[in-house]
């Protein structure tokens, strides 16, 4: 397990010609293993910033961001993609997959990176594929799904490797309600067998009705954080 | 999980991308092609000249290796001659590695018709000893050829004929020095004509029997030179040794001290060849890289993907680089396939004496055959795939130094 994740005083800015932008500004924060977390906040509030910096896609300008034991603001960039890969799924918010595999091929990608024999792995895919709804569409190439299928296949790569931590960018965006719902549905599910961490970044009622706890961002900042379960 | 573990997958990813963008595909396969095709014709076609240009001098009166007196490459006259000696050249004909073998007088005279004269080579020659070795040995195109090593007859080559405006059965002065520096001439009749790959071997080769040419040098039971063939161009210093010890008295020349325009001839074509080579494959590898570039940006969010999921920056140059390999790969078999191909369209020659007249007085035929070498295909293609695949980590390189997120978001706007 990776443990707590932990963000000490995370500030990220960027310089837009002459004009800074705090896309995250001094942000500490603490999240427990299992949680079912979502960062919510208007366009540009550091959500998606928070959740890159997190999952060591983005590096903070200053602070810390401990997963566990490890500090990721000390991982060479080769070390933080072997720590993505052992420890982290994603699901982007779109255009998620490989468009030259399979959806089969998809899922099994990061299993494949991780050295996971092939009767196995196979195995898993076609599994995971199937608890996600697309049994008998293994085969499809991405551009022969439709984008609720797409983000499944993206969620069912995320989860195959039974990923201690799930990062998830807007995953809902690009969805209609019936296909997000299923998707929050399948997600919480996962959450409740495995124990996994998941954080979203949203804007989706949908997903923020369902978090267990829910972090507001406004230019960068935290400005509030309340857990569902404890109220 | 090491970058080579990957391979398979890498390879997958590599061979689907190539087959994504058929079109570009296509045409980087097309250049690749035609630009190893054509190089492997056009080092055929050099090759086969050399090989031609060597082939003529070997067989025209060089040889392999010459015995000569240690004097007379510098000074070809009839003073640095050297006595025949039976015994020895029995031994030398004994050897496994003597094709044949011709004794020989080489000396410079003059040919004099009723109308006109010409300085020549004279050669006395045992017509025998010549018979399917040198140019003394070949058919006439009129009249008869030398029959034996007592013939008085002259044979000529059909320009030298037209030059000294006279005709097959007609008599000729011949005029050189003899042993002691006199002026010794002589009339013969010409009894032969030949025709010549060369037409400078035409006007300045002509041909008598050995005891008719040592009469006219008053040097009986003597000779300049033996002319020995073996197998191959590549002499054993051994086989140098042994003849050495049959005339330890003379110089051993092979046919690369004898005919060094050749050699150097040979040489720059070698290095000709390789800079063409080169420019080829520069400008092969500069189209690939173009198109990797192209490629690579096109899937830019797709490459900042794999990374994000935990792809290392080693596997996504990896992936890139096999792209490359694959094509090029590919491409050079196509262009084997190709150059091989236009080799055997033109393997009855190519006759070029339209535009090239003056390639024949230069010592080059006007027929060119193509000889194909294995070496030069093995070097053309090793050279593009090293050359290519190190021109393909730049762009490689490139992608995979990209943060992940640049590469996300390039690719969605």
Same mark, same amino acid.
């Given at each position: 397990m990776i443990g707590q994740i932990e963000l000490q005083d995370v500030t990220r800015t960027y310089t837009q010609g002459e004009e800074t932008i705090?896309?995250?500004?001094?942000a500490t924060l603490t999240l427990e293993p299992g949680e079912f977390t979502t960062f919510y906040g /208007? &366009? #540009? &509030? #550091?959500k998606s910033t928070a959740l890159n910096i997190i999952g060591g896609l983005d590096l903070p300008s200053s602070g810390k961001v401990l997963v566990g034991d490890a500090s990721l603001t000390e991982m060479t960039r080769s070390e933080r993609a072997d720590f993505r890969l052992h420890h982290i799924g994603f699901v982007f918010q779109a255009y998620n997959l490989i468009p030259v595999l399979s959806a089969i091929e998809n899922v099994e990608f990061i299993m494949q990176l991780q050295g996971i024999t092939g009767d196995e792995r196979k195995e898993r895919a076609a599994s995971v594929l199937k608890q996600v709804g697309l049994s008998g569409m293994e085969l499809r190439r991405p551009g022969e799904l439709s984008g609720g299928q797409q983000q499944r296949v993206a969620v069912a790569r995320a989860i195959a490797s039974n990923p201690e931590l799930v990062l998830a960018d807007e /995953?809902?965006?690009?969805?209609?309600s019936t296909t997000s719902e299923a998707l929050i549905e399948l997600m919480l599910e996962l959450n409740e067998t495995y124990k996994s961490t998941f954080i979203f970044s949203t804007h989706d009622p949908l997903v923020m009705k369902s978090a267990h706890r829910l972090i507001e961002l406004k230019d960068g900042q935290i400005i509030s954080d309340s857990n569902k379960e404890v109220a | 999980m090491g970058v080579l573990a990957a391979l398979p997958l890498l390879s997958r990813l590599a061979f689907r991308n190539i087959l994504r963008n058929r079109k570009r595909s296509f045409l980087t396969l097309l250049a690749v092609s035609v630009g190893i095709g054509s190089s492997i014709l056009l080092a055929a076609l050099a090759r086969g000249m050399g090989e031609q240009i060597t082939r003529d001098a070997i067989y025209g009166m060089t040889g392999h290796i010459q015995v000569r007196h240690a004097s007379f490459t510098d000074d070809p006259s009839i003073e640095h001659r050297f006595v025949s000696d039976e015994e020895s050249f029995e031994s030398l004909m004994q050897h496994p590695l003597v094709e044949h073998a011709a004794q020989r007088i080489r000396v410079p005279a003059v040919i004099m018709s009723e109308r006109e004269s010409r300085g020549i080579t004279l050669f006395g020659i045992s017509p025998q000893s010549e018979k399917d070795f040198s140019l003394a040995g070949i058919n006439p195109n009129r009249g008869r050829a030398l029959q034996d090593s007592s013939d008085n007859g002259l044979f000529i080559g059909e320009k030298l004929l037209e030059k000294l405006k006279t005709k097959l059965g007609r008599r000729v002065v011949l005029t050189t020095q003899d042993k002691d520096n006199n002026i010794s001439d002589r009339g013969f009749r010409i009894v032969g004509v030949f025709d010549a790959e060369l037409d400078s071997t035409e006007l300045s080769y002509v041909f008598t029997s050995l005891q008719s040419a040592q009469t006219l040098t008053h040097t009986?039971?003597?000779?300049?030179e033996i002319s020995i063939l073996t197998?191959?161009?590549?002499?054993?210093n051994s086989f140098i040794t042994f003849t050495q010890k049959l005339y330890p008295n003379q110089r051993i020349t092979t046919w690369k001290d004898i005919e060094p325009l050749i050699v150097t001839l040979v040489t720059i074509q070698n290095g000709f060849l390789l800079f063409w080579f080169l420019i080829v494959i520069i400008a092969i590898g500069l189209g690939l890289m173009n198109s990797l570039f192209m490629s690579i940006y096109e899937r830019a969010r797709e490459l900042g993907l794999m990374q994000a999921l935990g792809m290392k920056p080693g596997a996504i140059v990896l992936q890139t680089v096999l792209e490359s390999f694959y094509l090029l790969l590919i491409g050079s078999l196509l262009g084997i396939a190709l150059g091989v191909w236009g080799v055997h369209l033109l393997a009855n020659g190519i006759d070029i004496s339209a535009f090239a007249e003056g390639a024949s007085i230069a010592g080059i035929s006007t027929m060119i055959y193509p000889a194909l070498f294995v070496a030069d295909i093995a070097m053309l293609t090793v050279m593009l795939l090293v050359l290519g695949v190190l021109g393909s980590f730049y762009p490689a390189w490139h992608s995979s130094h990209e943060h992940s997120l640049t590469l996300i978001h390039r690719g969605m706007t």
């Open positions: 705090h896309a995250l500004h001094h /208007p &366009s #540009g &509030s #550091g /995953p809902t965006a690009n969805l209609d | 009986p039971r003597e000779i300049s197998p191959s161009l590549d002499i054993p």
